[in-house]
């Protein structure tokens, strides 16, 4: 089957920046868009930043000028450099990537672990 590994949370001051990852690996014949969410306790999971096969990329109000999502094809790795953190940014982060596992085969949505992003006051 197909895995997303995410790395890179942590706990940061205010102010700090921390980079994001997230690889697929396994049964992988192709990945369309890949993105970020976010959730916090108690409440929805929500859109932080999309990147899709053809280049554009999406995000979220809260978020835009302070966070860049970019892509590795090669890699099959999606990456989240977030700068100038706020404490309202603490959350776990998932990624999400659309996999097709054969030739002309389904695109199917898969989601990381999710990791967890800690910004102190």
């Known amino acids: 089957q197909v895995q997303l590994v995410e790395s890179g949370g942590g706990l940061v001051q205010a102010g700090g920046s921390l980079r994001l990852s997230c690889a697929a690996s396994g049964r992988v014949f192709s990945v369309g868009a890949m993105g970020w969410y976010r959730q916090e306790p108690g409440k929805q999971r929500e859109l932080v930043a999309t990147?899709?096969?053809?280049?554009?990329?999406h995000y979220a109000d809260s978020v835009k000028g302070r966070f860049t999502i970019s892509r590795d094809n090669a890699k099959n790795t999606v990456y989240l450099q977030m700068n100038s953190l706020k404490p309202e940014d603490t959350a776990v982060y998932y990624c999400?990537?659309?996999?097709?596992?054969?030739?002309?085969?389904?695109?199917?949505?898969?989601w990381g672990q999710g990791t967890q992003v800690t910004v102190s006051s």
């Open positions: 990147f899709t096969t053809g280049g554009s990329t």
């Open positions: 999400n990537a659309e996999v097709r596992l054969a030739p002309m085969g389904p695109m199917t949505l898969y």
